[in-house]
């Protein structure tokens, strides 16, 4: 009978693997987005669209990866325990990255789409 607790036991229960399974992923999406980031800007692309490729770059399909290492593995493996324990890192180091993103915004040159005003749609009453 499976345990619907189980990776959660696996998680609480061994924190070194947790932790040796957050430490590479950490370099992993500190690099990924970084170096993304940058080779953006030297192609020239404008913050946004910079932005955009280096989220993509950083992002990974957990729940694939969750699926083939159950399917492969077994729920119990640490291939399995490695797919939970990503998307735990991954939520809140990209939701980091939003801010740093935000910050980032300075080390690219100004476009008319970030230095023009939202234009309020026509007929909309301003109050």
Same mark, same amino acid.
């Given at each position: 009978m499976h345990r619907h607790g189980h990776h959660l036991d696996a998680i609480t229960s061994k924190p !070194?693997? %947790?932790?040796?399974?957050? !430490?590479? #992923? #950490?370099?992993?999406?500190?690099? =990924?987005?970084?170096?993304? =980031? /940058? %080779? +953006?800007? =030297?192609?020239?692309l404008d913050h946004s669209r910079a932005t955009t490729l280096a989220f993509t770059a950083a992002g990974n399909n957990f729940e694939l990866a969750i699926a083939v290492? *159950? /399917?492969?593995? +077994?729920?119990?493996?640490?291939?399995? !325990?490695? +797919? *939970? *324990? @990503?998307? #735990?890192?991954? %939520?809140? &180091? #990209?939701? @980091? !990255? &939003?801010h740093v993103a935000l910050a980032a915004r300075r080390f690219f040159p100004r476009t008319?789409?970030?230095?023009?005003? %939202?234009?309020?749609?026509? +007929?909309s009453a301003h109050v």
């Open positions: !070194l693997d %947790v932790v040796r399974i957050a !430490l590479p #992923l #950490l370099a992993y999406f500190a690099v =990924m987005w970084a170096g993304s =980031m /940058a %080779v +953006g800007r =030297m192609a020239g290492a *159950v /399917a492969t593995f +077994g729920a119990t493996s640490g291939q399995a !325990l490695a +797919g *939970v *324990v @990503g998307p #735990l890192i991954e %939520v809140p &180091v #990209l939701i @980091g !990255l &939003v008319a789409a970030t230095t023009a005003t %939202v234009a309020a749609p026509e +007929g």
